[in-house]
Nanobody, 128 residues
């Protein structure tokens, strides 16, 4: 079992920054991928950023490239989502997700159905 715990959400004005945290506990050595997803009311869940934890390779959706980064603290077993130049359209519940079976290798990483562990989410509100 793997547990994911997000934190760091909050309210910020457009142009501001936030850092989200995803603390990973349990059998974290079994993981292949970690990802950040977001969902706002009335919209589909959207993959935001991905890391191949074994190869340390990352990918981001176009709308956040250049604004979001994903640093890691391996000692703390924590993945971060550093968000800057935030826009009102970034407002959403942000979730951390993990793939422990390698299913993302054979799928679009933005397909949330390929992840078997999810955190409870942390809310980000960006006002204009």
């Amino acid at each position: 079992q793997v547990q994911l715990t997000e934190s760091g959400g909050g309210s910020v004005q457009a142009g501001g920054s936030l850092r989200l945290s995803c603390a990973v506990s349990g059998y974290s050595d079994d993981l292949y991928f970690l990802a950040w997803f977001r969902q706002s009311p009335g919209k589909e869940r959207e993959g935001v950023a991905l890391i191949n934890v074994r190869a340390d390779l990352m990918d981001y959706i176009d709308s956040v490239k250049g604004r979001f980064t994903m640093p890691r603290d391996i000692a703390k077993n924590t993945l971060y989502l550093q968000m800057s130049s935030l826009k009102p359209e970034d407002t959403a519940m942000y979730y951390c997700a993990a793939d422990s079976q390698g299913r993302v290798f054979n799928a679009r990483w933005t397909d949330g159905n390929k992840y078997d562990y999810w955190g409870q989410g942390t809310q980000v509100n960006v006002s204009s």
